[in-house]
């Protein structure tokens, strides 16, 4: 394995497993807040490493300065659409997720398991 190679499986590596966090945390977050946050920044970071990986691996001027552009974009365009999402959100009153009913039994002084 070369060095070019195992580069470009590390970036690989690492944007597989962004991509993955931002993936779990949009299904497992409990509001369109905090969803939009893990979507916004694993996802960008997930992307972005995928994309250097490319770059990388075709290695030419035309492919590596598409690939630049490319990312350029996304790290513009994906945390404004999410910041427009979050803010039609908040407009229509979507409620934020501030607790559930175990931890407000806990401070009450309720048992709880």
Known sequence: MTLTTAVI?????????FTLVAAVGVLRLPDVYTRSHAATKADTLG???????????????????RAGLLLVFIYITNPTAAHS?????????????TTDENDSAAESGGDSP
């Open 85 to 97: 999402i979050t803010r039609a959100a908040y407009s229509q009153d979507v409620e934020v997720w």
């Open 47 to 65: 992307a972005g490493f995928t994309i250097v990986a490319v770059g990388i691996y075709f290695g030419t001027a035309g492919e590596v300065l």
């Open 9 to 17: 499986v590390l970036f690989v590596a690492f944007g597989v497993f």
